[in-house]
C-alpha cells in the first residue's frame, strides 16, 4: 500500500478497524490513551506513536476514532496535536461521530494548512468494525474522498459520500436517531408480549417476516431475549450522539417528539447507572420502569 497511515483511537470500534488495515497491507502508525491495544497491534507489525503529533508526522492519511467532540479537537488541534505535524498535502479523517459545526471549523483550520479532512462517521458495531463490513458517511472534498477510498473500502462496505464538510456527521446524526428509536420500539415490543404472557421469542420470529422486520429487531431483539448486553456501542456513547441529534433538531427548527421521548429513556438509563451497557440495554430501563 502506497499511502502511510495513522490511527488514533483503539477502543471497540478503532481496535479492529486497525487491525483491518494492518491485514490489508498498510504501513500503520498507531496511538491510543490505553497501552494495551497499542501493543497489541504493535505485535500484528504497527509501529507504536507517543502522540498524535508523532502518528500525524509519520503519516499521509491520519485517522482518528474518538468518543466526543471534545476528544477530537483536543487531539487534532491541541497542545501536541494532529495539526501541529501534518505535512502539507496530507489528508486526516475523523471517523469519531461528534458535532457537525465543530467538524467544518477543523477542517478549515487544516485547510489553512493546506490539509485536506473528511468527516467519515461510520455505523455497524463492533461486529461491521471486526468484519470489515461498517456504513461508512463521509463529508468533505470530492477528491479527497477519491484519495481516501482504499482505505475505506478496506473498513467498509457500504461507502456513500453525502456532501460537504459536516454532512458525514449530519448523515450519522440521523442514523443514530433511527437506532435509537427502534432499539426503543423493540424493547418495548417485546416486553410487551412478555408482559402479555406471549413467547416474546416468538413474536420476534414473527416480526421479522413482515414490515416490522430490521436488524435491530434481528441483532439487538435476541440481545433482549437472552439478557446479554455487553458494550457493542455504549447507552452513554448514544446518549452522546442523542445530544447531536437534539441539538440539530434545535438549529434546524426539526420537530422530533417521538426521538424526545428516547433520548430521555437513554438519559436514565446512564442516570441509573447502565451507561456502560449496550445500547439493546434500553431493555433493562423497561423492565425497571415496569417493576415500580
Known amino acids: 500500500m502506497g499511502e502511510r497511515v495513522g490511527f488514533i483511537g483503539l477502543g471497540i470500534m478503532g481496535k479492529p478497524m486497525a487491525r483491518n488495515l494492518l491485514a490489508a497491507g498498510f504501513d500503520l502508525t498507531v496511538h491510543s490513551r490505553g497501552p494495551g491495544p497499542v501493543g497489541e497491534l504493535v505485535a500484528a507489525g504497527a509501529r507504536r506513536a507517543s502522540g498524535p503529533a508523532e502518528v500525524a508526522a509519520a503519516s499521509d492519511i491520519t485517522i482518528t476514532m474518538l468518543p466526543d467532540t471534545p476528544d477530537v479537537e483536543q487531539v487534532l488541534v491541541g497542545d501536541g496535536g494532529v495539526l501541529s505535524a501534518v505535512a502539507p498535502g496530507s489528508l486526516v479523517v475523523d471517523m469519531s461521530?461528534?458535532?457537525?459545526?465543530?467538524?467544518?471549523?477543523?477542517?478549515?483550520?487544516?485547510?489553512?494548512?493546506?490539509?485536506?479532512?473528511?468527516?467519515?462517521?461510520?455505523?455497524?458495531?463492533?461486529?461491521?468494525?471486526?468484519?470489515?463490513?461498517?456504513?461508512?458517511m463521509i463529508g468533505g472534498d470530492e477528491g479527497a474522498v477519491r484519495r481516501a477510498m482504499q482505505v475505506f473500502e478496506t473498513l467498509g462496505k457500504n461507502i456513500v459520500h453525502i456532501g460537504p464538510s459536516g454532512a458525514g456527521q449530519v448523515a450519522k446524526a440521523c442514523n443514530q436517531l433511527v437506532v435509537a428509536a427502534t432499539i426503543e420500539a423493540v424493547a418495548e415490543a417485546l416486553l410487551l408480549a412478555e408482559r402479555s404472557g406471549v413467547d416474546a421469542a416468538k413474536v420476534r420470529e414473527a416480526l421479522l417476516g413482515g414490515f416490522a422486520g430490521s436488524k435491530i429487531l434481528e441483532v439487538h431483539g435476541q440481545r433482549m431475549l437472552d439478557r446479554t448486553f455487553d458494550p457493542g456501542f455504549r447507552i452513554r456513547l448514544h446518549r452522546k450522539d442523542a445530544r447531536i441529534v437534539e441539538e440539530a433538531a434545535a438549529a434546524t427548527g426539526t420537530p422530533m417528539p417521538a426521538f424526545a421521548a428516547v433520548a430521555a429513556q437513554l438519559q436514565r438509563a446512564v442516570d441509573a447507572g447502565d451507561g456502560d451497557l449496550d445500547h439493546s440495554g434500553l431493555f433493562v430501563e423497561l423492565e425497571r420502569e415496569a417493576s415500580r
Open 97 to 136: 461521530s461528534i458535532d457537525p459545526g465543530p467538524t467544518r471549523i477543523l477542517a478549515e483550520a487544516f485547510a489553512a494548512r493546506d490539509v485536506a479532512m473528511l468527516d467519515a462517521p461510520v455505523s455497524g458495531g463492533e461486529r461491521g468494525a471486526i468484519d470489515a463490513a461498517l456504513s461508512i
